[in-house]
């Protein structure tokens, strides 16, 4: 099984309104990522969290805050949003090198 | 710098063979990632290579010189359902990181 979930699916947030992404995995991978793809272009990589600890922040504005409660979950809040803030916001997982699955997304729109 | 480069679209006929090619320049490498995306879903992985050669996997071939920082993706008996973006990625020395090329949209004609 190599499946990484993530809730919900699509999310349409006012620029005030504060709301959390959820994304799971029982994989027992050891490292999570936030990733961040707007229309046509490849993924660009937000956060790193490697054994629940924050090991990468790519620069990311603080109204972007991930959250690691356990080895299993990841969670990204959102607070204050712009318009250009929406995109698919994919996690995935990983235990070794050779690997990293991501989660189906959830569709952003910042409205 | 870190640099990825491959074709931005690339069109093939159903049934042949299409060859999508990757160059990266980059200050750290541990392995080379192709990933195929439809339109509106996740990337899906597709191969991973770190040493020189080439890895088949069915209809699907990678191959790696490192030395060249070359890859290229090998698709073979195309078919539709292949029509897709496919996404080259080198993972960085440390924690994961992938760094992801801007993709190449490939469109199957029957």
């Known amino acids: 099984d190599t499946e990484v979930t993530q809730t919900p699916k699509h999310l349409v947030m006012g620029m005030t309104n504060k709301k959390s992404l959820k994304c799971e995995q029982h994989?027992?991978?050891?490292?999570m990522y936030w990733y961040k793809q707007k229309a046509k272009k490849p993924p660009e990589l937000m956060f790193v969290y490697s054994y629940e600890k924050l090991s990468i922040n790519e620069s990311v504005p603080s109204r972007f805050s991930p959250e690691c409660p356990n080895s299993s979950l990841l969670n990204l809040h959102l607070h204050a949003l712009q318009p250009e803030d929406s995109a698919l916001y994919l996690c995935a997982s990983s235990q070794t090198v050779n690997e990293q699955y991501f989660g189906p997304g959830t569709r952003l729109t910042v409205t | 710098g870190q640099n990825i480069d491959q074709p931005t679209e690339m069109t093939a006929t159903e049934g042949a063979i299409v060859q999508i090619n990757c160059t990266y320049q980059?200050?750290?490498?541990?392995?080379l990632f192709w990933y195929q995306q439809h339109a509106g879903e996740a990337p899906t992985f597709l191969s991973y290579?770190?040493?020189?050669g080439l890895e088949e996997k069915g209809r699907f071939s990678s191959f790696l010189s490192r030395s060249k920082g070359y890859s290229y993706l090998l698709l073979k008996e195309l078919q539709m359902k292949d029509s897709a973006s496919y996404l080259c990625a080198v993972r960085d020395i440390g924690p994961g990181k992938l760094i992801f090329g801007q993709g190449t949209t490939l469109q199957v004609k029957p």
């Open positions: 994989m027992g991978h050891r490292a």
């Open positions: 290579n770190v040493l020189d």
């Open positions: 980059t200050s750290g490498f541990n392995g």
